[in-house]
């Protein structure tokens, strides 16, 4: 008896479930339509739907925690046996972020949970061509170490960082949609002037970069 209404109570559960979830089969060649997760993390969801381009910085500063976080998403340790927020090939940890910050330059190692100081001074318009550059509280530059690449050719490298980098700035961009931090990524810099101010060694090579910071309010 008592199991026949437990029994029961499980089929009543099942029914409610499956009302809940509705799913609906593949039909190919009917195309899929993506729309955003209804459930499991409405705060990530709603960063996703908020992700876009800024490029009008106030010129401003970070607190060390500000810059801290910001790093921590874009490559921290967030696993005990060292992994990372981001995926690298082989897990080779190659991509490195720099942090060009009004007060100096830094140089983020997430397994020793810190980034080194790098240079002093405000190299921020360095870190681009565009005038917004040089106002942005941060600019975040990713760099591979191509000493430390699995991959076989220069290609190959650069293009397996590239992965890790892109996926670097994508966390960085959604944990400044949550914060109302602008954020833009960027191609366009002076690789020797930037490369310089960064004091990168020869197996260095920056592949983006990546401003973030307050922005004016919208008019
Ligand atoms: C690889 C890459 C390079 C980019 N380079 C620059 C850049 O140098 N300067 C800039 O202002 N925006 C740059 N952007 C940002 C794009 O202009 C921007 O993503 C695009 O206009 C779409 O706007 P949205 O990001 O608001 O959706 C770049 C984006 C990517 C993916």
Not at 185 to 202: E, I, M
Request: overall charge positive.
């Amino acid at each position: 008896m008592r199991i026949c209404f437990i029994k029961s109570l499980g089929a009543v559960a099942l029914t409610l479930a499956a009302a809940a979830t509705v799913t609906f089969a593949l039909e190919p060649p009917q195309n899929i339509i993506v729309m955003p997760p209804k459930d499991g993390g409405y705060t990530l969801v709603k960063a996703i739907e908020s992700r876009h381009s800024d490029r009008t910085f106030v010129d401003s500063d970070f607190s060390s925690t500000q810059v801290a976080e910001i790093l921590w998403c874009a490559s921290g340790e967030n696993r005990e046996n060292g992994g990372l927020t981001v995926p690298t090939a082989l897990g080779k940890k190659e991509v490195f972020v720099y942090a060009v910050t009004k007060q100096g330059i830094y140089k983020f190692l997430p397994n020793e949970k810190k980034a080194l100081f790098v240079n002093k001074g405000d190299f921020r318009k360095d870190a681009g061509m565009q005038d917004f550059v040089g106002k942005a509280a941060v600019n975040l530059v990713y760099v591979i170490d191509k000493n430390l690449s699995g991959g076989k050719t220069d290609a190959d490298k650069v293009r397996m960082g590239a992965f890790s980098a892109g996926a670097m700035s994508q966390n960085v961009a959604l944990f400044a949609a949550s914060k109302g931090y602008g954020n833009v990524v960027r191609g366009s810099f002076d690789k020797v002037k930037l490369g310089k101010a960064l004091k990168l060694s020869p197996s260095e090579e920056i592949l983006m970069t990546q401003s973030v910071g307050p922005i004016a309010p919208a008019k």
